[in-house]
T-cell receptor, first 116, second 114 residues
Framework: AQSVTQPDIHITVSEGASLELRCNYS??????LFWYVQSPGQGLQLLLK??????LVQGIKGFEAEFKRSQSSFNLRKPSVHWSDAAEYFC??????????????FGQGTILTVHP | NAGVTQTPKFRVLKTGQSMTLLCAQD?????MYWYRQDPGMGLRLIHY???????AKGEVPDGYNVSRLKKQNFLLGLESAAPSQTSVYFC?????????????FGDGTRLSIL
């Protein structure tokens, strides 16, 4: 069964600092990978997704993520964090197969705190 | 441009009571999903539907039932609520097609079972 691990439960950074959130997945075939962000009291918003091709994908709000098949990782990065980026971030994987119907398996989430 | 709307936003139940959570989407999406979110566990899939009149079990279906009588609505029912079902429930929808279609989420229903 597929699984997703986000090793960091909570990360604190200063505003303007760079950010990297880790995500490791376990899946036998090529996965579809996603990063979602959840602000307090809100639903999840898609930041970016990877299906195939270029392993560095760009998303909204200045985020990017790099797919590394050899490391089974899909880490999220941002060069300069803004206070408004404080939220919880979820990595998710979908089975790249016709019978999965887009079902997502989520990681446990990483809470990002931004200090002024 | 409502997207995915969940009703109600908050609810407190007593053990053994029943209730239904409503999810409505206005994007003509084929696929709909119900997740629960618990601290430190991310989101887990309860049930999903790949079209009107169809439902299927997800990862944690026990204690829940669902119905998709109309394409735009996906109902989640708790027949006899238990404290273990205290959670935040999210509904999502996506277009039919390849599995790379992103899911659109509602704002959640916060449910407490006493």
């Amino acid at each position: 069964a597929q699984s997703v691990t986000q090793p960091d439960i909570h990360i604190t950074v200063s505003e303007g600092a760079s950010l990297e959130l880790r995500c490791n997945y376990s899946y036998g075939a090529t996965p579809y990978l996603f990063w979602y962000v959840q602000s307090p009291g809100q639903g999840l918003q898609l930041l970016l997704k990877y299906f195939s091709g270029d392993t560095l994908v760009q998303g909204i709000k200045g985020f990017e993520a790099e797919f590394k098949r050899s490391q089974s990782s899909f880490n999220l990065r941002k060069p300069s964090v803004h206070w408004s980026d404080a939220a919880e971030y979820f990595c998710a994987v979908s089975n790249a197969g016709g019978t999965s119907y887009g079902k997502l398996t989520f990681g446990q989430g990483t809470i990002l705190t931004v200090h002024p | 441009n409502a997207g995915v709307t969940q009703t109600p936003k908050f609810r407190v139940l007593k053990t053994g009571q029943s209730m239904t959570l409503l999810c409505a989407q206005d994007m003509n999406h084929e696929y709909m999903y119900w997740y629960r979110q618990d601290p430190g566990m991310g989101l887990r899939l309860i049930h999903y539907s790949v079209g009107e009149g169809t439902t299927a079990k997800g990862e944690v279906p026990d204690g829940y039932n669902v119905s998709r009588l109309k394409k735009q609505n996906f109902l989640l029912g708790l027949e006899s609520a238990a404290p273990s079902q205290t959670s935040v429930y999210f509904c999502a929808s996506s277009e039919r097609g390849w599995d790379n279609q992103p899911q659109h989420f509602g704002d959640g229903t916060r449910l407490s079972i006493l």
